[in-house]
C-alpha cells in the first residue's frame, strides 16, 4: 500500500503545530493545478486545509491576493493558519455547494449572477501593484496553447505555413483590441466552479491566486460564457450590458455604447475559450486529467460561433471548420 507522504506531513503539522487534536480528515476537491484540499473536521467546526507541494506550487501568491480580495469586501476565505515552508493552508471553510449545481434556470441564474457580478465590482477595485500584467506577450502565449495542444497534440492536424499565418493573424488582431479596453484587477477563473453558493455575503470566491492586471471584460465573460454551463446569447448579452451599466455607475468604467462593449466582452472571450481548448487538452495529454475533454465541445462552440460574428476572425472559424473539427469533438448548439 502507498503511503500519502503529504498527507502524512499534513496530519503532522495539525497535530504538531496547531495542537489540533483529534480530528478527522477528509477529501474536499482537488483542481487543475498541484493543489489539492483536505476538509479537517475539529471541535464542531469544519476548516479547509490546503496541500500545495513546495517543489511545485508556490501558496505566496494566494496569501497575498486573499488579503486584497478581504480588503474589498468580497467573501474570500478567511486564513487560519500557514506554512510557507511546508506549503499548508488551513482555510476558512467556505461549504461545499458550487454556483454549478444551482444554476438549474434563468431565475436561479439571475440572482446568482447578480451577486457574482455586485461581487466582480467590488474585486475590479483591489490594488494592482506589482500584479502581472495581461500583455502582449502574455495574451498570445496564451492562444498558442490551442495550435500545439488542442490540433497538433489532441487532434493530430499539421498545419500548413498559410494556415498558420491565418491563425497568427486572427490572434494579432485579437490582441491588438483586447489591449485597448480598460483594466482593473482580474481574477482570471471567475466562473461555475470557483464560486460557493454560502448565507452571508454570496458568493464566496476561491482559485484567484493567478490574478492579474487586465481588462475588465475577462472575468465578465468568464463568468457568462462559462465553459462549464451555456444561457441563451441573448441572455448573456443583457447580464454583461446590466454589468456595463452597474460598471459606469460606479465610475469603474467610462460610458460605453452596447455594441463596443459587446465587441469588447466577444473578443475578450474569444481569447480565453481559444487558450482554454488548448489548456484542457494539456490537462489530458501532459496531466492525464480526461475529464476536461468532456468541455471541449462547448468551448470550441463558444469560439467558432464568436469568430463568425466579426471579419476580423472569421477566417480562424472557416479553418476550424475545415478540418471538421466540430464534428469529431462533438457538436453544442448554443441558444441564441
Not at 500519502?4 to 474536499?28: C, F, G, S, Y
Not at 499548508?88 to 441564474?109: C, H, R
Not at 482570471?188 to 471584460?217: F, K, W
Request: hydrophobic share 40%.
Amino acid at each position: 500500500m502507498t503511503i500519502d507522504t503529504r498527507l502524512e506531513q499534513l496530519k503532522q503539522w495539525i497535530d504538531t503545530d496547531l495542537n489540533w487534536q483529534p480530528i478527522t480528515i477528509t477529501v474536499a476537491s482537488a483542481d487543475a493545478s498541484f493543489r489539492r484540499y483536505f476538509r479537517i473536521h475539529y471541535q464542531d467546526k469544519t476548516y479547509i486545509a490546503m496541500d500545495a507541494p513546495p517543489e511545485k506550487e508556490d501558496i505566496l501568491p494566494f496569501i497575498d491576493i486573499t488579503q486584497r480580495l478581504l480588503k474589498t469586501g468580497v467573501h474570500a476565505p478567511q486564513i487560519i493558519a500557514q506554512s510557507t515552508t511546508l506549503g499548508f493552508l488551513m482555510l476558512e471553510d467556505l461549504g461545499s455547494i458550487p454556483y454549478q449545481d444551482k444554476l438549474i434556470n434563468i431565475e436561479a441564474a439571475n440572482t446568482l449572477y447578480s451577486d457574482a457580478l455586485t461581487a466582480l465590482l467590488k474585486i475590479q477595485k483591489a490594488n494592482t501593484d506589482d500584479l502581472p500584467h495581461y500583455n502582449h506577450s502574455r495574451l498570445q502565449e496564451e492562444m498558442q496553447l490551442m495550435p500545439e495542444w488542442f490540433l497538433k497534440t489532441h487532434l493530430d492536424i499539421q498545419l500548413s505555413e498559410s494556415q498558420q499565418q491565418t491563425i497568427q493573424t486572427c490572434f494579432d488582431s485579437l490582441c491588438n483590441e483586447i489591449l485597448q479596453q480598460p483594466n482593473g484587477f482580474v481574477h482570471r477563473d471567475y466562473h461555475c466552479r470557483n464560486l460557493m453558493v454560502i448565507e452571508s455575503n454570496n458568493p464566496a470566491i476561491i482559485d484567484y491566486q493567478d490574478a492579474v492586471y487586465g481588462p475588465l471584460t475577462y472575468d465578465v465573460v468568464s463568468l457568462l460564457r462559462d465553459c462549464y454551463i451555456a444561457w441563451p446569447n441573448q441572455q448573456v448579452e443583457k447580464w454583461a450590458l446590466d454589468y456595463r451599466d452597474q460598471a459606469v455607475t460606479a465610475g469603474q468604467l467610462q460610458p460605453v455604447d452596447d455594441a463596443t462593449f459587446i465587441r469588447w466582452f466577444d473578443f475578450m472571450g474569444l481569447q480565453r475559450h481559444i487558450k482554454v481548448l488548448g489548456i484542457f487538452c494539456r490537462l489530458w495529454h501532459r496531466d492525464g486529467k480526461r475529464h476536461y475533454l468532456d468541455d471541449l465541445p462547448l468551448t470550441l462552440a463558444y469560439s467558432v460561433n464568436i469568430a463568425k460574428k466579426y471579419s476580423e476572425t472569421q477566417p480562424l472559424a472557416e479553418l476550424l471548420q475545415t478540418h471538421n473539427i466540430p464534428t469529431q469533438i462533438g457538436k453544442v448548439d448554443i441558444p441564441v
